[in-house]
């Protein structure tokens, strides 16, 4: 059986992730618990067991990405898999949402996928930058200065332009990961916003989380302006190594880090697609 949770079954939800020998977690802005209330949340009840969890709320618009996924030791993976996303793939397209993905973190999770028909797409991929050495800021007119709640609608006006449509954040996110931020900055040209990122810290060191660039303001040093920026006041915050991501098929954001002293590191995340 499966049946939809709420945020009434946080405890119960909490147990099957804390048991689960199968589990996947999303890349994402907020903990698997976080999501309760927003639907499709799943669990999978055997014999008056639960064996299994399933999340993949709509985010970004008109997708969505499996976020949550726990399947209980003892329980047959395939089985409790194609019983819950049976069921949130049925009610996906109820609600018009005819897209979703998933960020492989599993080798587990490749035939679970591939036997529901999701297809591997792209992949992100990671950078690192350990040295102290700082490059040099570009000659620019832009205004850097922190992002501020009076520019989210803009801020989410770039991401939406920036990125393709399975990559944008809604701006409830967009408010979470400001929240969670260690240094969020923007680039304005004659007052208008140009450009934003994001950078978190962690006891693991620095990741720049999010960096977007208008369109039309691409190629003309905004983005440098902005790593730069955020690599000059890290120091003050005591960290000394950078991670990021991008899409394996971003080719220009890769030059860009590659050019600021990033180096690709052997992890990454297949990314899969299904059309419902």
Same mark, same amino acid.
């Given at each position: 059986?499966?049946?939809?949770?709420?945020?009434?079954?946080?405890?119960?939800?909490?147990?099957?992730?804390?048991?689960?020998?199968?589990?996947?977690?999303?890349?994402?802005?907020?903990?698997?618990?976080?999501?309760?209330?927003?639907?499709?949340?799943?669990?999978?009840?055997?014999?008056?067991?639960?064996?299994?969890?399933l999340a993949c709320?709509?985010?970004?618009?008109?997708?969505?990405?499996?976020?949550?996924?726990?399947?209980a030791m003892g329980?047959?993976?395939?089985?409790?898999?194609?019983?819950?996303?049976?069921?949130?793939?049925?009610?996906?397209?109820?609600?018009?949402?005819?897209?979703?993905?998933?960020?492989?973190?599993?080798?587990?999770?490749?035939?679970?996928?591939?036997?529901?028909?999701?297809?591997?797409?792209?992949?992100?991929?990671?950078?690192?930058?350990?040295?102290? #050495?700082?490059?040099?800021?570009?000659?620019?007119?832009?205004?850097?200065?922190?992002?501020?709640?009076?520019?989210?609608?803009?801020?989410?006006?770039?991401?939406?332009?920036?990125?393709?449509?399975?990559? #944008?954040?809604?701006?409830?996110?967009?408010?979470i990961a400001v929240?969670?931020?260690?240094?969020?900055?923007?680039?304005?040209?004659? !007052?208008?916003?140009?450009?934003?990122?994001?950078?978190?810290?962690?006891?693991? !060191?620095?990741?720049?989380?999010?960096?977007?660039?208008?369109?039309?303001?691409?190629?003309?040093?905004?983005?440098?302006?902005?790593?730069?920026?955020?690599?000059?006041?890290?120091?003050?915050?005591?960290?000394?190594?950078?991670?990021?991501?991008?899409?394996?098929?971003?080719?220009?954001?890769?030059?860009?880090?590659?050019?600021?002293?990033?180096?690709?590191?052997?992890?990454?995340?297949?990314?899969?697609?299904?059309?419902?």
């Amino acid at each position: 059986m499966v049946r939809s949770v709420d945020r009434r079954d946080r405890d119960l939800v909490a147990n099957v992730l804390a048991t689960s020998r199968w589990k996947h977690q999303h890349l994402d802005w907020q903990e698997p618990l976080d999501l309760l209330g927003q639907q499709p949340y799943l669990i999978a009840e055997q014999d008056s067991t639960f064996v299994g969890c399933l999340a993949c709320p709509e985010e970004p618009s008109g997708v969505a990405w499996l976020r949550v996924v726990g399947i209980a030791m003892g329980a047959e993976p395939e089985a409790v898999w194609e019983a819950m996303w049976g069921e949130a793939a049925r009610r996906l397209a109820q609600e018009g949402i005819h897209r979703s993905a998933c960020l492989l973190s599993g080798s587990w999770q490749r035939r679970l996928l591939e036997r529901t028909g999701f297809r591997e797409t792209n992949a992100v991929i990671f950078f690192e930058r350990s040295t102290r #050495r700082l490059p040099s800021p570009p000659q620019t007119p832009l205004h850097l200065r922190p992002l501020n709640a009076a520019d989210h609608a803009d801020v989410a006006a770039v991401d939406h332009l920036a990125f393709g449509t399975l990559w #944008r954040i809604s701006t409830a996110t967009l408010d979470i990961a400001v929240r969670q931020a260690a240094y969020a900055s923007v680039a304005e040209s004659e !007052g208008r916003l140009v450009g934003y990122q994001i950078t978190t810290i962690s006891p693991l !060191g620095a990741h720049l989380a999010r960096l977007a660039v208008h369109p039309q303001w691409q190629g003309r040093g905004v983005g440098t302006a902005l790593v730069v920026d955020m690599l000059q006041r890290l120091p003050e915050r005591g960290a000394a190594r950078v991670t990021l991501n991008t899409q394996a098929d971003n080719l220009a954001s890769q030059t860009l880090y590659r050019r600021l002293g990033f180096e690709e590191t052997p992890d990454s995340f297949p990314v899969f697609e299904l059309s419902l």
